[in-house]
């Protein structure tokens, strides 16, 4: 079976600030499926091969007032090109954007519904529950939180979320199965975004040359809001998953990454 692949169109092209990222990434393979983003009216697209546009034609007229969530298989979900808060920017004059702080984009693993956290209202709403898994947060959504209740300073503070978070320097595919309850209390972190040289992080960044570089065969073990384990590796926050950016203003932030969770309860994580 193929891993199943999440892939967005944006609305319309906007041209991030952000500096250069270099990363080479595998190809993914996509699959065969549409999906519509829950709350931010993003829409994905995934294309098909030949005459398979004529069934989805079909397909999407039968179910286009139905919000879809992602068919995964045994295997992991690829998102591409997530669409973060594209209309925040970090400084003036960037044309499309407004300088103000990015708005905090949710994201749940079970059924791929995304919504931004915009309002006071919206955190009073959407924030204390467990429909959502992690959320993208801080400077262009590049900081990733889990859902828990009872650490202070992250979004689903106060909340029933019991998600949980370690760092594993391994490959991906080589993270098989998820440590004892007590790594999670001993080695757990809130959150990762700019690894400084503490190792908690997932990409480096260089004030000298403003260029950010996702750590290599570096994965992160999750429990989910609801207590079920995860791997998680992200991949990207530049439009297109480009191996190499050569443009300053590459758009920013499209988010992709890559995700398994086990819904059997179990620590299984193989996923080859």
Not at 6 to 26: M, N, V
Not at 196 to 204: E, R
């Given at each position: 079976m193929?891993?199943?692949?999440?892939?967005?169109?944006?609305?319309?092209?906007?041209?991030?600030?952000?500096?250069?990222?270099?990363?080479?990434?595998?190809?993914?393979?996509?699959?065969?499926?549409?999906?519509?983003?829950?709350?931010?009216?993003?829409?994905?697209?995934?294309?098909?091969?030949?005459?398979?546009?004529?069934?989805?034609?079909?397909?999407?007229?039968?179910?286009?007032?139905?919000?879809?969530a992602?068919?995964?298989d045994?295997?992991?979900?690829?998102?591409?090109?997530?669409e973060?808060?594209?209309?925040?920017?970090?400084?003036?004059?960037?044309?499309?954007?407004?300088?103000?702080?990015?708005?905090?984009?949710?994201?749940?693993?079970?059924?791929?519904?995304?919504?931004?956290?915009?309002?006071?209202d919206?955190?009073l709403?959407?924030?204390?529950?467990?429909?959502?898994?992690?959320?993208?947060?801080r400077?262009?959504?590049?900081?990733?939180?889990?859902?828990?209740?009872?650490?202070?300073?992250?979004?689903?503070?106060?909340?029933?979320?019991?998600?949980?978070?370690?760092?594993?320097?391994?490959?991906?595919?080589?993270?098989?199965?998820?440590?004892?309850?007590?790594?999670f209390?001993?080695?757990?972190?809130?959150?990762?975004?700019?690894d400084?040289?503490?190792?908690?992080?997932?990409?480096?960044y260089?004030?000298?040359?403003?260029?950010?570089?996702?750590?290599?065969?570096?994965?992160?073990?999750?429990k989910?809001?609801?207590?079920?384990?995860?791997?998680?590796?992200?991949?990207?926050?530049?439009k297109?998953?480009?191996?190499?950016?050569?443009?300053?203003?590459?758009?920013?932030?499209?988010?992709?990454?890559?995700?398994?969770?086990?819904?059997?309860?179990?620590?299984?994580?193989?996923?080859?």
């Open positions: 193929k891993p199943s692949v999440i892939e967005f169109t944006a609305h319309e092209e906007q041209r991030g600030s952000i500096q250069p990222l270099k990363r080479q990434i595998e190809r993914i393979k996509p699959g065969v499926k549409e999906y519509k983003a829950f709350g931010n009216e993003q829409r994905g697209s995934i294309k098909f091969p030949g005459i398979l546009w004529v069934l989805l034609i079909f397909f999407t007229a039968c179910s286009k007032d139905k919000d879809a992602p068919t995964t045994t295997f992991s979900t690829t998102v591409k090109d997530l973060g808060d594209t209309g925040a920017s970090m400084g003036d004059g960037v044309d499309g954007r407004e300088k103000r702080p990015f708005h905090s984009l949710l994201y749940q693993f079970s059924t791929g519904r995304t919504r931004f956290i915009k309002t006071k919206d955190s709403q959407y924030l204390k529950n467990t429909d959502w898994d992690i959320a993208f947060t400077e262009y959504n590049s900081y990733v939180v889990i859902n828990n209740g009872t650490i202070a300073g992250t979004p689903g503070f106060g909340g029933p979320g019991t998600g949980r978070m370690i760092i594993m320097e391994k490959p991906y595919d080589q993270v098989n199965e998820a440590p004892a309850d007590e790594s209390t001993t080695n757990g972190v809130p959150g990762v975004g700019w400084n040289g503490n190792g908690y992080g997932w990409y480096f260089s004030l000298n040359n403003h260029i950010c570089v996702p750590v290599k065969n570096r994965t992160f073990i999750l989910t809001a609801t207590g079920k384990f995860a791997k998680l590796a992200l991949l990207n926050i530049y297109g998953n480009p191996p190499v950016v050569t443009d300053l203003f590459w758009p920013a932030p499209y988010l992709s990454f890559k995700f398994f969770v086990q819904e059997d309860g179990s620590r299984n994580l193989k996923t080859n």
